[in-house]
């Protein structure tokens, strides 16, 4: 017999999309939704979203924390959705429900204005709790060599409204002139390589280097993590300081360090045992006691990898890891491990690209913060239901389709809400969905090269040359003959 649990309780159709018909009830008595977000377990606790006995969310409103958070994430999963249509939403579902409401309508500014109520401290901890939920649920045989958890880390940037506000903490490229760029967020994101969640996250702005916005998610390493990072992250200071920690790495090699394969110890063919002296100059973002504090020199371990691709010349790149146990780390397993690498240009791909959060929308810098969280929080959420379906149907989570996963459920959650007063039944569509899940898998395509070039060509509009108030009388079109009076074209 199924548990109920309090997910999404009351207001969970608005993350999928609208109610179907059913027999009007009173919205705090809708207990048959819980049914449907059994698939997600009791993945954020209740109280979290509660109202607080003091402070700004301590009064009755129309549009409480609960209720805010739930319309902010179907905004999410939504991507071009404005706060008027999220607004409706929960206005048409009020309806539905016949819950008494008072004189009016909510507007898109009480909405906004929910929104900026949001502690967000509160969507850190539901951010983390499902996170560590997802780790949590993954499987031994999903781990790396000896169930070591593999950790994956990159960077990015994303960009939003330019307003004076963000522009102060998130100043543009400085090779944009003011008025035409906008403002740019650093973000760094450590993923799982078994799960595929997010597990943290910072950011800052664009000055600031990804290696720093590391340094912040140290604390939530464990120990006999193994880092898996690009070149950019690789570092004498980096390296040693995650092994003091108990933590292993496995880099490409920084482009700046020469490399000899004639010096140290050969554990094998393009395999070298090699020491590294720690750097006269301190490392960005040390201070002097953390500095002082590391070896003064310190065991790597080099392994040349050879990428070969079709119509190319062979590429020669250069790993350095710390794990120095040849027998329980071939270098082999260390190549295809760092080939392993590429899943999180796809994570942040689907972040970005399915759910836009390559161009955030709010206006103010706190927003921006929460919106930010909110994107991450919601694309756990998808891999939640990714997860939960490839281990149901013994598949490989590497293969089942985040877009596919989140249309899906977003699909099926009408039909199933609608069996609420059937349970088998709707026991029968949660089933059928996750068995759907698993069979739409993406082709396996070992080798695939897809250069970042696009094949439909730009809209020729013409581009701004400087701030918008300062163009005049812009032409439609960038065309060369565009200001060319019409007696000279006769």
Sequence with gaps: MPSKTPFFQAFGPLLFGRAPKAAAVKLSRIDSLEQLYELFGDLIPRKLLDLSEKGINSRSRSLPPRVTFWAFVAQVLNPGSSCREIVRKVEAWWRWAQKERGEGSLSASAYSQARARLDKGTL???AGQIAVTLERNTHKEEGWIGGRMVKIIDGTTVSMPDTEENQRVWPQSSSQKPGLGFPLMKLAGLFSLSSG???DHASDNLHVHENQ??????NGLGKDDIILADRGFCSYATLASLSQRGIDSVMRLHHARKV??????RLGVDDRLVTWAKP???SAGFSDEEWEALPDAFAVRLIRLKVAADGFRTRSVVLVTTLLDAQSYPADALRALYGERWQVELHFHQIKTLMALDVLRCK???LIEKELILHLIAYNLVRVLMQRSAHLHHVAL????FKGTLDTARHFADVIYAASSKPRRQDQLIEEMLALIASDLIPERPGRSEPRAKKRRPKNYQLLTKPRSQMG???????PNQNRSKSALT
């Design 364 to 366: 103010s810098p706190e």
């Design 398 to 401: 590497s293969r089942v389709s």
């Design 473 to 479: 009388n812009v032409p439609h079109r960038n065309r």
């Design 260 to 265: 000899d394969f004639r010096q140290g110890q």
């Design 124 to 126: 850190g901890l539901i």
């Design 197 to 199: 969640a997010l597990l």
């Design 280 to 282: 006269q100059l301190r």
């Design 213 to 218: 916005l590391f340094r912040q998610m140290w």
